[in-house]
């Protein structure tokens, strides 16, 4: 089971962001966008997991104790690459969500799950393998303005291909604390 623990955004976030990557994808000579029903930010890739390992996931989830919080998101970046770029949308780093992706992580390896260690980088991806002018795309990111989400839950997602379509699915989601 190919496995990722993330935040989900709500309805109303998703089809604004949805929105702006349809016309990135309109002024895009390639790229793979992402589906709306995909969007998300990621707290810790597993990658292949023993279907036996979940409740061992499921655990360092509950492990972890933190207060619900706020997400602020705006702003386009890429992540260059050769001949393409990785498109995403910005997540402002807040001591909350940090300290969510570092306990997260810790009970993570401390129960044998390989998770990256790297500074946290939170965003939203919009497109792999983007070939598109920047500039413009980031002006139509920009006629979002800010957006915030409050956020309550995490949740452990699994990631399939079915029909040629990448689909996620939530398979636990563990509540955080309420102020």
């Known amino acids: 089971m190919r496995l990722f623990i993330s935040i989900n955004l709500n309805e109303d976030i998703c089809d604004r962001i949805y929105d702006a990557i349809c016309h990135i994808k ?6 793979h966008f992402s589906r709306k029903e995909n969007l998300h930010v990621t707290l810790a890739f597993l990658g292949e997991v023993d279907s036996d390992d979940v409740d061992k996931v499921k655990l360092c989830m509950d492990a972890v104790n933190v207060e619900s919080f706020d997400i602020h998101i705006g702003g386009l970046g890429r992540f260059k690459r050769t001949g393409f770029d990785i498109y995403w949308i910005g997540i402002e780093k807040s001591n909350p969500m940090s300290e969510l992706h570092k306990l997260l992580n810790y009970e993570l390896n401390s129960k044998g799950f390989s ?11 919009l497109g792999r393998e983007v070939n598109c002018d920047y500039q413009e795309s980031k002006k139509l990111v920009e006629e979002l303005g800010s957006m915030t989400q409050s956020v309550n839950k995490f949740s452990l997602m699994l990631s399939e291909r079915i029909n040629g379509k ?8 563990r509540e955080l604390i309420k102020k």
């Open 26 to 31: 309109e002024i895009a000579r390639k790229g």
């Open 115 to 125: 998770v990256d260690m790297r500074e946290f980088k939170p965003h939203l991806t």
């Open 166 to 173: 990448l689909v996620y699915t939530e398979l636990y989601t």
